[in-house]
């Protein structure tokens, strides 16, 4: 028997009871979006309430700052997903797998995504309800939009890819291009597993599971003087608006010297290690083998003028992997760990504390994974010394939180 989890002390448990429903948003609405019906002054003091008692909770050391507002707090997202459900002769774009209730409409758009996104999902709705198109509707696992603001595109997730297949999605791209609302490019993702994760926890590395409908091959987005290309099924922050705002504040923790060097561990396709790299003698960027940090290097001759300092290295991030790169060169003065929702590998924490940065900054994508972290980095003989959360979600309950670390006093080598 599986124990079910305790989520009393979550974040979002924090929160629900500082929150009143709002009875006239659709249930599945309010699941994805569950503060959206709230003023945006009125979900940042909920957010610094609920952060509180989950930092009272759990007894965690130290104070958050006030949570950094959002410059767009609605319609930001430049990732979005639609759950593939053929009912009947309709195609049903669903928010996702576990809502509490049956999406009964065919489409329910989301006060997060940009009218552009609702725009292109009822077109795409009502093109694969269409007997002509039955075949791709029958087998489309999820719409995936991504790119940015101005340049969305859209990734068709199938679990079959022949022919036929592939002749019915290049007429559906055709109609795309004719669409009022500008889409950039199409792509179709081949997985067969029907995997909850929208994309695959695999990213794929190999062309026969990914294929071009139309446009640029890679994705663009551009901040603060910096410019990124990545493949389409890299990470990239879902809230581009807010991307400037997150790129200062690790700054403004870090306080690089032109005469240290940052390691920038799970760095995907270069974000902080070319936005940074002129305020550094050095910068390696880490991340395993893929399209991302494939990225990384050639994003560096897309900002050359920027990243004279800066290389990559592709590689697992393990705690045997980084042990053994801290022991056998000069240590970095800081470290800037961004890993994936579900925290950094066991191990790799206690190697970043044996290799004694003069500091860490730990950036999480999401609040419950901190008191464990928290707990690795004192065993360590880490603590934080800031802790400032970012409205990086903004409408949902969630926070992007960065976290600076030092050597605790007294055991700094």
């Known amino acids: 028997m599986v124990a079910t989890p305790d989520l009393s002390g979550s974040f979002a448990a924090q929160l629900k009871p500082l929150v009143a429903p709002d009875g006239a948003v659709a249930p599945a609405t309010l699941m994805t979006a569950p503060l959206a019906h709230l003023s945006y002054e009125a ?3 909920v957010k610094n309430q609920g952060l509180a008692a989950f930092w009272s909770h759990h007894r965690l050391p130290g104070r958050p700052e006030p949570v950094v507002a959002a410059p767009l707090p609605r319609g930001y997202r430049t990732t979005s997903r639609r759950k593939a459900e053929l009912r009947g002769g309709s195609l049903h774009l669903c928010f996702g797998d576990k809502t509490p209730l049956p999406q009964q409409e065919p489409f329910l758009p989301s006060p997060l995504e940009p009218e552009e996104h609702a725009g292109i999902y009822r077109f795409l709705q009502k093109k694969l309800s269409e007997p002509a198109f039955r075949l791709v509707a029958a087998h489309l696992n999820y719409l995936i939009i991504r790119g940015s603001y101005a340049e969305p595109a859209v ?11 592939v002749r019915k999605l290049k007429l559906v791209a055709g109609h795309l291009q004719k669409l009022a609302i500008p889409v950039a490019a199409a792509f179709v993702f081949f997985d067969p597993s029907r995997s909850d994760y929208y994309l695959e926890s695999r990213r794929p590395d190999d062309t026969l599971h990914f294929k071009k409908l139309f446009g640029n ?8 003087g910096c410019r990124y290309l990545f493949h389409p099924t890299s990470f990239s922050q879902v809230n581009a ?3 400037p705002v997150l790129l200062q504040q690790a700054r403004a923790l870090l306080r690089p010297a ?3 060097y940052l390691l920038d561990l799970y760095c995907g396709y270069g974000l902080f290690s070319h936005f940074l790299a002129p305020d550094y003698k050095h910068v390696l960027g880490v991340d395993a083998v893929g399209p991302s940090i494939r990225a990384a290097v050639a994003n560096g001759r897309c900002n050359s003028k920027r990243t004279g300092h800066s290389k990559f290295l592709a590689h697992r991030i393990t705690g045997g992997f ?3 790169m801290l022991s ?17 590998q066991k191990g790799v924490i206690p190697a970043i504390c044996g290799g004694r940065p003069q500091g860490v900054l730990h950036i999480f994508c999401g609040v419950d994974q901190i008191p464990a972290a928290l707990t690795e980095w004192r065993t360590g003989g ?6 400032v959360p970012l409205d990086m979600f903004p409408g949902t309950a969630n926070l992007e939180v960065l976290i600076l670390l030092a050597p605790t006093k007294g055991k700094s080598r």
């Open 155 to 165: 990734i068709f997730n199938v679990d079959k890819m022949d022919g036929p297949m």
């Open 217 to 224: 091959e890679r994705l663009a987005v551009a901040f603060e």
């Open 241 to 243: 608006a807010m991307v």
């Open 328 to 344: 056998s060169g000069a240590p970095p003065a800081a470290v800037l760990l961004d890993p994936p929702r579900q925290g950094p």
């Open 43 to 45: 979900e940042l003091q």
């Open 382 to 387: 880490y603590e934080a010394r800031r802790i």
């Open 322 to 324: 980084l042990g053994q």
């Open 258 to 260: 032109p005469d240290q």
